[in-house]
């Protein structure tokens, strides 16, 4: 841990909780300045787009413009989320997060290119989701009244679903070329895997040792990587989600965070 990056007390008894978690995070964004203006500004346009549309987009909940508003509005919430980690150094709590973001684009993509593939799948997915519990309590030490195994018993018997498949919603929609980041965020920071697990060492490459556990703010470096990671899904779920609900009145502010988003990346990672 970096006393520059989490002051001089707190930190070690706290964590990301202390009280002088402020210090951290003018270091962090202080660090990277064009970053979080970026980001926050991604944010308050995405804001204003999804609240613009609470008025506008009612009806049934598997209508493409009211999954759409779904989809936004659980894209909102884990970029906010993002951000708030972001700029505490949290960077795999960030990319956790850029993964949902990942995701949501899929299925915003699917939405506007094969609505009539995917609201299926959406349903089916619902159903599987469901059987699997109903089966977890059943096989569980659960007291279970009557009617509520009855109830489990006819879900386990039923319709078993199927469990939405990532790559083939990616290749539903025309975004199937960031697969590969989602499945490389799902390895170094969504699951228990090797990969996650280094974040935690400190480690010599030339040597392939490790001296040390690592915990507390990440690098300037690693901040911007996973701020990268969570801006470009964001934006293509903007983009899509204007295109669902063929609304056109927001094209030149989006034109402007796409312009700065390619020139702040176009000076490397």
Known sequence: MSTEATGDTGFSIYGFLTRDIQETIDHVTGENPEWFSLLRDINQLLQKIVISGFERHHGNTMDVKVLTMFSALRSLSNFQSAIMNL?????????????CLYENSFCIGALVDNPDTFIPLLK????????????????????????????MDERISGDKGKHLKWKYI????????????????SDDAMHYSASSLKRYIVSDKESNTWSGYRFGP???????????????????????????TDD??????????????????????
């Open 87 to 99: 700029e505490r150094g949290m960077v795999v709590e960030a990319r956790i997060m850029a993964r």
């Open 124 to 151: 089916h997915d619902n159903v599987a989701a469901k059987r699997g519990q109903a089966v977890a309590l059943k096989e569980g030490s659960y007291s279970l009244t009557a009617d509520v195994e009855a109830a």
């Open 170 to 185: 990616a290749e539903l929609s025309s975004l199937s070329s960031n697969y590969l980041m989602y499945k490389h965020l």
């Open 218 to 244: 990440a690098t300037k470096d690693e901040v911007i990587r996973a701020a990268n990671f969570c801006v470009s899904p964001t934006l293509a779920i903007m983009i899509g989600f204007l295109e669902a």
């Open 248 to 269: 056109t009145s927001y094209d030149r502010e989006v034109n402007l965070v796409l312009d700065r988003f390619t020139s702040i990346t176009s000076k490397g990672l």
